[in-house]
C-alpha cells in the first residue's frame, strides 16, 4: 500500500448516516416526477376499458381530434413498432387491439394542452365494445370449459417441486388447511408520471418513475421502433415503488405522444387511475398438509398453490416460482410436494408486491405450524424451533442450503424481546381502545392475543438469471474539496439507497463530501431496485469501484513518490488528484440454476429470514382491532445504517399489518370497486404499533459487507404473525387475510374451499408462453 | 379556475345575493368535500362562491338553552370550544379525518354534503337540533330529521345556504362512537349518537351510515323511555335493567336499514350497532347516576 491512509469518515458504513435526500423531501422541495415541467408540453390522458372482457368493436375518436386544445388521439394502429410490452413476456398490448382483456386497460391516448382537456378529449372518444364472458375467479381459470383469457390457455405458470417421498413414511400426526389472501396495492404516495421530451435525433428522452431503467427501455424501444440508443431514460423522483413501479406505466405512451407531436408530453396519473395503472400482489389460494412426528420433526408438507396472476404475465412466472420454493417455510422437510399455477383471468394483472409471492405462503405455513403445535402440544416457537433451517440443510429444491441462514437465532432473538406490560381496560385514552378514533369501547370486550410467524425471502434474482449491476465512483477536487461522485442507474423510490451508496464511498475512500448523479441509461444496467437486491448489487459495483480508484490512487501516490524533484512529506489526497480518478465495476451475485422437471435446482442465489410476534388487543363485540406491539428479529448480514434498518422493518412491518387487516382490492367482475384511499384503507400511525427491533447479524458470504437485503422479510412474516394473533385472542379459524370484523366476532365463517382443484397439464416447469412463442419479450428476466 | 368565477363574499348578505344570482355556483367552505367531488368529476367547477370570509358563519354562541353553531364552524374550533355545552357533537368532531381535515372541515359543509355517514348528523339528531336555512328572500328553520331526504339529498333549495345548526346544550350525558376497519381516519361503517335528556325525561339517538339519511331510532326511545318511567329511574338513579338495555339495542338494531357496500355488510352494521347502542345507553346512564348536576 502506498503513504496515502484513507481516514473513516462519519456517516460511513454502520452509522446511522442521515438520509441523503431527507430534507428536500420534508421540506417539500424534492421534484417528483409529478412535479416534472417543460415550456411548452403536453397533458397526456389514457381512455381506458371501464369492462374487463370484451371485442372492441369500434374506437371513433373525430370528436376527440376536434376538441379544443388536443394535439393527437392514438390508437393501437398507431404504434409504429411492436404493439406488446411486459416483463417475462411481451404479451401487453400498448393500447388495446381487438380485444380489452381487462378493466382499466389503455385503449387510446391523448395528449392536449391543457390536461382538463386532455381529460374531455378522452370523454369523447367513443368506444363501443361488445362484452365478451369473462373469467373472474381463479380456480374458474382452470375449468376446461372456462373462457380462454389468452389463445394459449389459463395456465401461464405451473411449478411442480417433488422432494423426497410423497408417501411421507413416519408421519404420525397430520394438519390440514385452506387458506386465501386478497389481492393487495403497494399504495405508494407518489402516483406513476413521467414526461417525455423528443430529441433532435428521432429519438427521445424520458424522464420518468420505475424502479429499473434499463428494462423499460427494452420494452419501450421495440415498440417505439427505435435503435435502444435513441431511447435516453432519466430518473425522475419516485414516491415509492413496493413492486409497483417494476411494469410499465405510461413510459411508452408518452414516448408515442411525443414521437407525434414532436412536443414534451407529461403524463402523471391521479390515484384512481393508479389503481389501474399497476400490478397488485396476487390473490391466493392455497391448500396445505403437514406431517410429523410426535416429537415435532416435520416429515412432509404438500402444498397446492393457485394465484391469480389476472389478465397479462407481468411477472407473475417468477412469483410463483418463488411462492412454490418458499411454500414449506424456512423449515427443514425432508419431503415436499408442491404443486404451484398461477393463472390468467380477466381480472387486473398482479406481479411484483414487496414479499414477491412470499407473504401468502408464510400466511398459510405459519397457521400449519400453529395448527400442529396445537396438536402435538408443543410450544409453537419450540416447534418452529425444532425444525429450523440452518446453513447445509437440504432446501425443497434438493440443494444445500448455501449461503447464512441464522433461523435458530432469528426465532430465538424475537421471542426473547419483553412483552408489552399488560394495560388496564378502562381509563385508557380513547386512542388506544381498538377502534381507535371512532371511541366505541371503554374497555369492554377486550381480548389480547399473541401470535408468532418466521418466514423468508429470496434476495437478488434467481432461476438462473445473470443478475449483475453496474457503478461508476468518480473522485476529484471541486473547489479544492474532495468530492466523490456515484453514477449507477440504480433507482432510489424511497428506500434509502443512495444513503446507503454514499456509506460504502465515505468508508472505502475518506472522503465526507458524497453525491449522486442523476440515473440514467447512458451507463450500463444495475438491475431492478427490486427483490431486495439493490444494496448488495449496487452497494458491491460501487465497492468495487471504490478499491479500483483506490489503486489508481495508489499508483499516483508511488509515482509521486518516486518523483525526487518533489519536496518531501508523505502526499496528500488532495495532491493526487491532479486529474479526477474514475473507476467503473460490475458485480455480480452468485449463478442461479434453472428448476429441473422435478423442481429440484439451485435456484436462489441466497435468503433474508426474519421473525416476528404481534401482540393485538380484539373487541370480540365489534371486530376492531389494536396491534399493541409487533417483536422483530430480522437476519440482516450486517446493518448498514441502524436508522434504514428501522425504517425499512417498519415500513415492511406495516404493509404486512395492513394486509392482515384492511387491505383488499375489491373486484366486481373484474371493476375495482374501492380505487381511492377513502375506500382502499391502509393503516395510519394509530393502527401501526410500535416495533421492538432485534438486527441478527451473521456475514452473509455473497454480500459484500457480509450484509443482505432486509426490505421484504418483515412484511412476509407480519400479515402471518398479526392474523395468528386474532386467532389466539379470539379463538377462531381465521383462514383468509385480511381479516374482516365480520369474521372476528363470527357473523362470518372461515374461507371454504371447494376441494383441491386439479393439477393442469403443462410441457414443463418454464412459464407456459415461452413454449408458444419464440424469441420475443424479455424472458430472461425470470 | 379563472379569479372571476372564483367569488370571495365578505358578509352572509353578499353570499346569499350571489347564492340566488348564480344557481349554477358551488357554495364552498373547508372544501374537504367539493375538491374531491371536483377531482373526481363528481362536480365541475363553474364558479365557487368562498363561504370562509363570511364571519358570521364563523361564529359559536349560546342563546338561552340553545348553542347556535355557524355553518361555518369547523371540526377544530368545536372541539375547542364546546365540549361541555355539546358534548356529542364535539365527540362526533373529534372522530372526523385528521388534523388537516378538522383544521378545515365545517358543520355546514357536512350538512351541505348530506352524506348518511356524515359525522355530525347523529349527534344534531338525538340533541334535536334544528338547520337555519336562509335565501337573499327569507330563512326558515328546519327540524334536523327533516333535513335529509335521501342519500347526499337534503331540503336544502338551490338559492338557500345553510346558515347554522341550533342545538339544544346538553342537559343529560351525550355519547358518540363511530365503527370503521381502522383506527383513525375513516368513513363510519355505522355509528350512533345517544343522548339523555333528563329535563324532558327522554332518551334519543342518532343512527349514521345504516340507512338512506341519517335518522332516530323511535321505537328504542320510546321503550326505553317508558322503561325509565315505570321504574321511576330517573328520580332513583337506579341501575338499568339489562333485559331493557338488550331491548332497547335490538330495537337501535332494527331502526336502520342498512346496505352491503365496500365498506361492510349490512348484517354487520345491525350487529355493530346492538353493540354500540348497548355500551352507549350504559355509559350514559352511568354517567348520570354517577355525576350530582345531571337530574330530571
Ligand atoms: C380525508 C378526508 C377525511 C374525511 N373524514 C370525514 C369523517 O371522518 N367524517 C365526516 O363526516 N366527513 C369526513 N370527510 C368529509 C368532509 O370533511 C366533511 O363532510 C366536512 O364537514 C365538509 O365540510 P367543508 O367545510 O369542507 O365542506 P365543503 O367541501 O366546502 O362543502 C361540502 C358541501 O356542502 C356545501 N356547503 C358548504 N357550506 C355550505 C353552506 N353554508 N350552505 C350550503 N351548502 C354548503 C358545498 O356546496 C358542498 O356541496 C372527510 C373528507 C376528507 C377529504
Known sequence: MSAITLERRVGGIGDPAERLDGVEKVTGAFEYASDLCRDGMLFGATLRSPIASARIRRVDIADALASPGVEAVLLAADVPGKNRFGLNFDDQPVLAEGLVRYAGEPVAVVAATSLADARAAVGRIVLDLEELPGVYDMEQALEENAPKVHELGNVLRHVHIDHGDAGAAGAEVWVEGYYETAMQDQAPLGPEAGLAVPGGDGGVDLYVTTQWLHVDREQIAPCLGLPEDKVRLHLAGVGGAFGAREDIHSQIHACLLALRTSKPVKFSYGREESFSGHVHRHPSRIWMRHGARRDGKLVAVSARLLFDGGAYASSSPAVVANAATFAAGPYEVPNVQVEATVVFTNNPPCGAMRGFGAPQVCFAHEAQMDKLARSLDIDPVELRLRNALATGSVLPTGRPLAGSAPVREVIERCAAIPLPEPEPAAGRSLLHYPGGAGGTTRGEGLRRGVGFAVGYKNVAFSEGFDDSSTARVTLRLVRGEVEAEVYTAAVEMGQGLYTLLAQIVRSELGVERVVLRRADTMIASAGSSSASRQSTMAGGAVRLACCRVREELSRRASALAADKSRPGGPAELEDLLYEPVEAEAVHRHRRTERFDEHGQGDVHAYFCFAAERAVVEVDEELGLVRVLQVAAAVDAGRVMNPLGFAGQVEGGTAQGLGLALMEEVRLARGVISNPSFTDYLIPTILDMPPVALQAVEEPEPEGPYGLKGIAESPTVVATAAVVAALRDATGRELNRAPVSPDELVGLLGPARSAGVPAVPEVPGQEAVPSYHTTGSGQQHLM | ?296
Open chain 2, 1 to 296: 379556475m379563472s379569479p372571476e368565477s372564483f367569488l370571495r363574499p365578505t358578509s352572509f348578505a353578499e353570499a346569499l345575493e350571489m347564492r340566488a344570482a348564480r344557481p349554477g355556483a358551488i357554495a364552498a367552505a373547508g372544501c374537504t368535500d367539493v375538491l374531491v367531488e371536483l377531482n373526481f368529476g363528481r362536480l365541475h367547477a363553474g364558479e365557487l362562491i368562498d363561504l370562509t370570509r363570511v364571519p358570521e358563519l364563523g361564529a359559536l354562541g349560546v342563546e338561552g338553552g340553545t348553542v347556535r353553531v355557524g355553518a361555518g364552524v369547523t371540526y377544530d374550533s368545536l372541539i375547542r370550544t364546546a365540549g361541555r355545552e355539546l358534548p356529542a357533537l364535539v365527540a362526533a368532531a373529534r372522530t372526523v379525518g385528521s388534523p388537516l381535515i378538522r383544521n378545515r372541515g365545517t358543520i355546514g359543509g357536512n350538512l351541505g354534503s348530506a352524506s348518511p355517514a356524515g359525522d355530525c348528523h347523529p349527534p344534531l339528531i338525538a340533541c334535536g337540533a334544528e338547520v337555519e336555512l336562509a335565501s337573499a328572500t327569507s330563512s326558515r328553520t328546519v327540524p334536523i330529521e327533516d333535513f335529509f331526504c335521501g342519500p347526499k339529498r337534503s331540503v336544502l333549495g338551490p338559492d338557500e345556504l345553510v346558515a347554522a345548526a341550533w342545538v339544544p346544550r346538553a342537559d343529560g350525558p351525550q355519547a358518540f362512537a363511530k365503527v370503521g376497519t381502522r383506527n383513525a381516519m375513516v368513513i363510519a361503517v355505522c355509528s350512533l349518537a345517544v343522548a339523555l335528556h333528563p329535563s324532558s325525561r327522554r332518551v334519543r339517538t342518532g343512527i349514521g351510515s345504516a340507512a338512506p339519511v341519517p335518522l332516530a331510532a323511535r321505537a328504542a326511545e320510546a321503550h326505553i323511555a317508558g322503561h325509565l318511567e315505570e321504574t321511576r329511574a330517573w328520580e332513583t338513579k337506579a341501575p338499568l335493567q339489562p333485559a331493557a338495555v338488550e331491548h332497547f339495542a335490538e330495537l337501535v338494531s332494527a331502526a336502520a336499514s342498512p346496505i352491503d357496500d365496500v365498506r361492510g355488510r349490512a348484517e354487520y352494521r345491525r350487529h355493530a350497532l346492538r353493540v354500540l347502542a348497548r355500551r352507549m345507553l350504559t355509559w350514559c346512564w352511568e354517567e348520570y347516576r354517577r355525576e350530582p348536576r345531571w337530574a330530571a
